[in-house]
T-cell receptor, first 115, second 110 residues
Framework: DTAVSQTPKYLVTQMGNDKSIKCEQN?????MYWYKQDSKKFLKIMFS???????INETVPNRFSPKSPDKAHLNLHINSLELGDSAVYFC??????????????FGEGSRLTVL | RKEVEQDPGPFNVPEGATVAFNCTYS??????FFWYRQDCRKEPKLLMS???SGNEDGRFTAQLNRASQYISLLIRDSKLSDSATYLC???????????FGTGTRLTVIP
């Protein structure tokens, strides 16, 4: 059983399209995240939800909209895709909102390529 | 200035070698420190936490110098399976997320 699962794993699409990435965790965690890892391997937080409530919304274009229907799911919808959106998007979950313990459980990543 | 800075490498070392990675962090409010490992085209996974007194886990030793805002990871007796990117990670007081360095790439050569 995969603890944090993302779909799709690969996504190739044209500029201007709208796409979604889904994430589900079966760990019973309250906090979920979306991170973006660019071509230089820099992993940066985009959003964080705690029990369906948005708690972190970094400086991300409003073309990106997260949705958390319940605490086990955090989906990411991207409108009007641009070339610069090409990256690997990682979903993660954590047992607590406070990250002092340091352990995030990541999904395998969704590799988005915008042509 | 980036929250966490690392030498990207690559570090190419022979099997059995000892290798050390360093990392600096910019925010003195940083409270917790970690090393993550990321294999090629895989997700990051927690390798170990870094405690003020230094800590060891098998062949891996992590150290923290709060005065210099510096973290290190030492790998002894390198194995081929240690080849990966090692990410330095910091948690800051009051923040609800982790700040990742860009990673140091290690390749262990037979």
């Amino acid at each position: 059983d995969t603890a944090v699962s993302q779909t799709p794993k690969y996504l190739v699409t044209q500029m201007g399209n709208d796409k979604s990435i889904k994430c589900e965790q079966n760990l019973g965690h309250d906090t979920m995240y979306w991170y973006k890892q660019d071509s230089k391997k820099f992993l940066k937080i985009m959003f964080s939800y705690n029990n369906k409530e948005l708690i972190i919304n970094e400086t991300v274009p409003n073309r990106f909209s997260p949705k958390s229907p319940d605490k086990a799911h955090l989906n990411l919808h991207i409108n009007s895709l641009e070339l610069g959106d090409s990256a690997v998007y990682f979903c993660a979950s954590s047992p607590r909102r406070d990250t002092a313990h340091g352990e995030l459980f990541f999904g395998e990543g969704s590799r988005l390529t915008v042509l | 200035r980036k929250e966490v800075e690392q030498d990207p490498g690559p570090f190419n070392v022979p099997e059995g070698a000892t290798v050390a990675f360093n990392c600096t962090y910019s925010n003195s409010a940083s409270q917790s420190f970690f090393w993550y490992r990321q294999d090629c085209r895989k997700e990051p996974k927690l390798l170990m936490s870094v405690y003020s007194s230094g800590n060891e886990d098998g062949r891996f030793t992590a150290q923290l110098n709060r005065a210099s805002q510096y973290i290190s990871l030492l790998i002894r007796d390198s194995k081929l399976s240690d080849s990966a990117t090692y990410l330095c990670v910091v948690s800051r007081t009051g923040a609800n997320n982790l700040f990742f360095g860009t990673g140091t790439r290690l390749t262990v050569i037979p």
